[in-house]
């Protein structure tokens, strides 16, 4: 698994987005989500361009494009399993 500290300084540059129920709190913490979803959307599609390599035949090439399309494929599940199921 990833090393937090990627994870830790991105939060720090953005900031909370969990809604506490305060008008002004949460008007900040939408500003920080949308600027996260934003950071987020970047590295979806960084993935998503490595998973084209799938069907390379250098295996290095192979191994990375292997790799995004499970996790893609993983990110897929876990948003969309309960909606599929209704």
Known sequence: M???NI????MELV???RAVGESHADAVRLVN???LTEVVDCLLQEISDAAVMANRQEASMKAIGKRATEYLRSV???T???KENT
């Open 2 to 4: 990833l090393n937090y």
């Open 7 to 10: 994870y830790n300084v991105v």
């Open 15 to 17: 900031g909370p987005v």
């Open 33 to 35: 989500l949308n600027h």
């Open 76 to 78: 897929h599940e876990r």
């Open 80 to 82: 969309n399993g309960d």
